[in-house]
Antibody, heavy 119, light 111 residues
Framework: QLQLQESGPGLVKPSETLSLTCTVS??????????WGWIRQPPGKGLEWIGS???????YYYPSLKSRVTISVDMSKNQFSLKLSSVTAADTAVYYC???????????WGQGALVIVSS | QSALTQPRSVSGSPGQSVTISCTGT?????????VSWYQQYPGKAPKLMIY???KRPSGVPDRFSGSKSGNTASLIISGLQAEDEADYYC???????????FGGGSKLTVL
């Protein structure tokens, strides 16, 4: 059973870069057909897919965020990471990492990490 | 505004059945049989309840079922129980540009 855990700063200043890491346990990032994704949920609002990566390095980003997002994988640490640049208050959200199959978003989820964008 | 449209709230009494709809377009729901549904309790991560329109992951009660007609998918919960009170989100694969889109979520209240 895969387990995922997000980590990173809970407070980021406007215009700076949000950075989060997801540590995967219970399985190898490179040892399965799972993709590794990030989804966010602004307070009191719905879910929004941000992007995903396959262990090979292939990345897939939501079009409206693509210019600001970078997702990478570190197989040696069994981790994958999210960087979101030029953040504003609108990027304040709970950020979830997830393991998913090619056409299903979110078979396994982390517990979520609240990131607040504020000066 | 979310890409997929769900009712903001639905309700039902214990033992009854409720249906939550999720409307998209021919570019997402209508174009692929890759609709999934998630249950989310307050302050918790979403949980996969239905995938590929109508398939249930291991451990999900068979009271939960899914269907699709045209551009609209539905989550049906039969034999409603108090523990089913939660937010429910639909999600659809949307092709090799947008990839995945979510609905805005529906709050289910068990009366």
């Amino acid at each position: 059973q895969l387990q995922l855990q997000e980590s990173g700063p809970g407070l980021v200043k406007p215009s700076e870069t949000l950075s989060l890491t997801c540590t995967v346990s219970g399985g190898s990032i490179s040892g399965s057909s799972y993709y590794w994704g990030w989804i966010r949920q602004p307070p009191g609002k719905g879910l929004e897919w941000i992007g995903s990566i396959f262990y090979s390095g292939s990345t897939y980003y939501y079009p409206s965020l693509k210019s600001r997002v970078t997702i990478s994988v570190d197989m040696s640490k069994n981790q994958f990471s999210l960087k979101l640049s030029s953040v504003t208050a609108a990027d304040t959200a709970v950020y979830y990492c997830a393991g998913h199959l090619p056409f299903t978003m979110g078979n396994y989820w982390g517990q979520g990490a609240l990131v607040i964008v504020s000066s | 505004q979310s890409a997929l449209t769900q009712p903001r709230s639905v309700s039902g009494s214990p033992g009854q059945s409720v249906t939550i709809s999720c409307t998209g377009t021919s570019s997402d729901i209508g174009g692929y049989n890759y609709v999934s549904w998630y249950q989310q309790y307050p302050g918790k991560a979403p949980k996969l309840m239905i995938y590929d329109v109508a398939k249930r992951p291991s451990g999900v009660p068979d009271r939960f079922s899914g269907s699709k007609s045209g551009n609209t998918a539905s989550l049906i919960i039969s034999g409603l129980q108090a523990e089913d009170e939660a937010d429910y989100y639909c999600c659809s694969y949307a092709g090799t540009y947008t990839y995945w889109v979510f609905g805005g979520g529906s709050k289910l209240t068990v009366l």
